[in-house]
């Protein structure tokens, strides 16, 4: 099976904003070439929502349903969607250097090469893994994964969270349905487009081993 070479590093549990630092931190070592690259996961102390770079809070979030909640929103350095972070979650973070398969500025090839070792992976268990674009990752046609990219100072970061056994209450609460919507999600919400990995089996620890073997 194919591999990225990454080599996995464990990190401290933090609150999901100092994760979210400790990505841009080590982007830019990676970048420097201080790390080797790497592949790493969130072990967080608390909840948040998180915007990706470019969105605006009033679009993608029901701000009050969050504060009244006690969950911070976030906005962090990648593009992608907003999500909500929380137990029933996987977040991941990927950094590798910008060479050889990967180009500057090829952003959903950067998606596709990362993605090609999980495909085998998937595979092995008899389970198809699409890409969506712009950064979505599912089975039979139901999102498992919503993803992120920077490039950076030489640097590549994909970092994205895997659906394990979501709250779907409360992403619902949170998170606005889109008004842009990739085509294969079409006009459907929530709780009939995301998929829960446990309904297929999946732990955080399967999941877990998934990710490091098919990566490092």
């Given amino acids: 099976m194919t591999s990225l070479g990454l080599k996995y590093f464990e990190t401290p549990k933090l609150t ?23 592949l790493r996961f969130y072990d967080f102390t608390d909840e948040a929502v998180v915007l990706g770079l470019s969105q605006e809070e009033e679009k993608y979030v029901n701000a009050a349903e969050a504060k009244k909640d006690k969950v911070p929103v976030l906005r962090r350095f990648s593009g992608g969607g907003t999500v909500f972070i929380h137990k029933g979650c996987l977040v ?6 910008l060479t050889p398969p990967f180009k500057r500025f090829d952003v959903m090839g950067a998606y596709r090469t990362a993605f090609a070792p999980l495909t085998e992976a998937f595979a092995k268990k008899g389970l198809k893994l699409e890409f969506h674009e712009p950064c979505d990752l599912a089975i039979d046609g139901r999102k498992i994964a ?11 970061l994909i970092h994205g969270s895997f659906l394990i056994d979501p709250d779907l209450t409360r992403i619902k609460r949170y998170l606005k349905e889109p008004d842009v919507r990739p085509d294969y999600r079409a006009a459907r919400q929530h709780e009939d487009f995301l998929l ?6 999946f732990t955080y620890q399967i999941l877990r081993e998934y990710l490091i073997n098919s990566w490092c």
């Fill in 196 to 201: 829960p990995l446990a309904q297929l089996g």
């Fill in 16 to 38: 999901v904003a100092d994760q979210i630092a400790l990505d841009k931190e080590l982007m830019l070592e990676v970048g420097q070439g201080k790390r080797p690259p790497l």
């Fill in 92 to 97: 991941y973070t990927i950094i590798t250097t």
């Fill in 146 to 156: 919503g993803n992120a990219q920077s490039q950076r100072r030489g640097a590549l």
